[in-house]
Structures are given as structure tokens and as C-alpha cells.
């Protein structure tokens, strides 16, 4: 089993960055490939972010491409989520998730087994 807690969450202005962290305990963090995903109020929870357990691939949804970033450290059992160039609409709570995969990168909840409480970004224009 794994338990998941974000951190890092916070206001910022527009066109500021942020750094999300996850902290993940259980021996299965680091043969799991890890996600982060985004929920907005009214809306779906969708994917933002995904790695591979070893690190060596990455993927993003269109929408965060060539401003966010996803990496891992698995002697620390973190996996962080570097956020630049935010906008407003980038406003969420968001969550880190542990996959079902170790080297699969999947964009579908479903397929993720474990998963945070979750961290508040909110970017004001």
C-alpha cells in the first residue's frame, strides 16, 4: 500500500511558479510509475503530469506542455510536479496519484491505485 500527501500548494500571481511535492511511504513508490492530476470546481479531475518508476519517460497534457515539469526522486520517495508561466485557468486542487503501471504513463484516473488529499493552487490574474 501507499499513502500520498501534496505539498507546495499556494496563491501566486499569474505568470509565477510553484514547486508541488508529494511524499509517499510504502515499499511500492518506487515501482510505480507516478501522476499528478488537477480537479477545478465544477469540472472533471483531469491529468496533468505522468513518470515512469525509473524516471526515464515523462508525459504532459497540452495544456501544461513547456511549463511544467515532473520528476522523481525515489531515495526520497518524492515525486514533484515544477510549475512555471501560471495561469488562472491552471487553478485547482491538485492531486498526485500512484499507478497501477510502473512503466505504462496512463492519463486515466481509474488506472491509479493510490491517491493524495490533495493540494490547493490558485493563480490570480
Known amino acids: 500500500q501507499v499513502q500520498l500527501v501534496e505539498s507546495g500548494g499556494g496563491l501566486v500571481q499569474a505568470g509565477g511558479s510553484l514547486r508541488l511535492s508529494c511524499a509517499a511511504s510504502?515499499?511500492?513508490?518506487?515501482?510505480?510509475?507516478m501522476g499528478w492530476f488537477r480537479q477545478a470546481p465544477g469540472k472533471e479531475r483531469e491529468f496533468v503530469a505522468a513518470?515512469?518508476?525509473?524516471?526515464?519517460?515523462?508525459k504532459f497534457a497540452d495544456s501544461v506542455k513547456g511549463r511544467f515539469t515532473i520528476s522523481r526522486d525515489n531515495a526520497k520517495n518524492t515525486v514533484y510536479l515544477q510549475m512555471n508561466s501560471l495561469k488562472p485557468e491552471d487553478t485547482a486542487l491538485y492531486y498526485c496519484?500512484?499507478?497501477?503501471?510502473?512503466?505504462?504513463?496512463?492519463?486515466?484516473?481509474?488506472?491509479?491505485?493510490?491517491w493524495g488529499q490533495g493540494t490547493q493552487v490558485t493563480v490570480s490574474s
Open positions: 510504502g515499499r511500492t513508490f518506487s515501482n510505480s510509475a
Open positions: 496519484a500512484a499507478s497501477t503501471y510502473s512503466s505504462i504513463l496512463t492519463i486515466y484516473p481509474r488506472e491509479y491505485a493510490y
Open positions: 513518470i515512469t518508476r525509473n524516471g526515464d519517460y515523462t
